[in-house]
């Protein structure tokens, strides 16, 4: 079983539309939770971190952590095409902070 | 602030051919990885680096890869020889330390590499 999970998609909604993306970790003991973007042909970059459980929000964008189903989730209100990319989630695997990734899930906002 | 660099930005190599990558990553950033990212799949640490000792090499292939950073500033990754499962983005990260559960990376935008 892996680490850390994800819905590879890709996943295609309407501009305006709620996005709901989802991953799910093995280990209890993960405590951070980071949510990164990546565009085509670039590096990922940080959009979200979240410790333990409950929720952050950042304008238009939500993390959520539930420990108890280790499921973690970002959602994206009015999304809008410049959100179209791949989010990655992630987690320290050990206190040396290596960092480890979901596969990712591409989304597509269509205009 | 610049950001990570890498280079090249694209690379065709035939198999068993060898192939090296440059990164600089942000200056005074502590840390840098390295990270392979197989199409379709999220990233996949390969080392990290903190200054210019190494901290994990646990998934790096190391009769094939090799990694150095200098100085503890610039770091080249090496591929000899290669194979064809070794097409892959290979990303240079940097941070500012290590040691905390919520250490932001910063990536280059990589080096596509496709071997033949």
């Known amino acids: 079983q892996k680490e850390v999970e994800q819905d590879p998609g890709p996943l295609s909604v309407p501009e305006g539309a709620i996005v709901s993306l989802n991953c799910t970790y093995s280990n209890s003991a993960f405590q951070y939770f980071m949510w990164y973007r990546q565009y085509s042909r670039k590096g990922p970059e940080l959009l979200m971190y979240t410790y333990s459980s409950g929720n952050k929000e950042d304008g238009r964008f939500t993390a959520q952590v539930d420990k108890s189903s280790k499921y973690i989730s970002l959602f994206i209100r009015d999304s809008q095409p410049s959100d179209s990319a791949t989010y990655l989630c992630?987690?320290?695997?050990?206190?040396?902070?290596?960092?480890?990734f979901g596969s990712g899930t591409r989304l597509s906002i269509r205009p | 602030e610049a950001g990570v660099a890498q280079s090249p930005r694209y690379k065709i190599i035939e198999k068993r051919q060898s192939v090296a990558f440059w990164c600089n990553p942000i200056?005074?950033?502590?840390?840098l990885y390295w990270y392979q990212q197989i199409l379709g799949q999220g990233p996949k640490l390969l080392i990290q680096?903190?200054?210019?000792?190494?901290?994990?090499d646990s998934q790096l292939p190391k009769d094939r890869f090799s990694a150095e950073r200098l100085k503890g500033v610039d770091s080249t990754l090496k591929i000899q020889p290669a194979k064809l499962e070794d097409s892959a983005v290979y990303l240079c990260?940097?941070?500012?330390?290590?040691?905390?559960?919520?250490?932001?990376?910063?990536f280059g935008s990589g080096t596509q590499l496709s071997v033949l």
């Open positions: 990260a940097s941070s500012l330390d290590r040691g905390r559960g919520n250490e932001k990376l910063f």
């Open positions: 680096f903190q200054n210019n000792g190494v901290v994990d």
């Open positions: 992630a987690t320290p695997y050990s206190s040396a902070s290596k960092i480890i």
């Open positions: 200056s005074g950033h502590a840390t």
